[in-house]
């Protein structure tokens, strides 16, 4: 089992920029593929990024590419999202989450993004 905490969310104006942390402790957090997910207020969850192991593959929402570059430092157990150019439409409480085979397992609760227009 993994444990997830994100942080690095705040108020940001649009055009800016932030970066996110996901910290992962209990079994090892290279075993996992990693993922970000968002949840803007009324709307389902959807999918931003994710990567896999090694963080060798990377993969992007269509609504962030070429904004938004997921990382990863398996000597640190920690997962990133940068997020440049922020719009208001990035609005969300973005969580981090880890697969090991076919389904997204394991959820952090979660930072909130507030894009200022």
């Known amino acids: 089992q993994v444990q997830l905490v994100e942080s690095g969310g705040g108020l940001v104006q649009a055009g800016g920029s932030l970066r996110l942390s996901c910290a992962a402790s209990?079994?090892?957090?290279?075993?996992?593929?990693m993922g970000w997910f968002r949840q803007a207020p009324g709307k389902e969850r959807e999918w931003v990024a994710a990567?896999?192991?090694?963080?060798?593959?990377?993969m992007y929402a269509d609504s962030v590419k070429g904004r938004f570059t997921i990382s990863r430092d398996n000597a640190k157990n920690t997962m990133y999202l940068q997020m440049n150019s922020l719009k208001p439409e990035d609005t969300a409480v973005y969580y981090c989450?880890?697969?090991?085979?076919?389904?997204?397992?394991?959820w952090g609760k979660g930072t909130l993004v507030t894009v200022s227009s």
């Open positions: 990567l896999n192991w090694s963080g060798g593959n990377t």
């Open positions: 989450a880890a697969r090991e085979l076919e389904s997204w397992d394991y």
């Open positions: 209990g079994r090892a957090f290279s075993s996992y593929a």
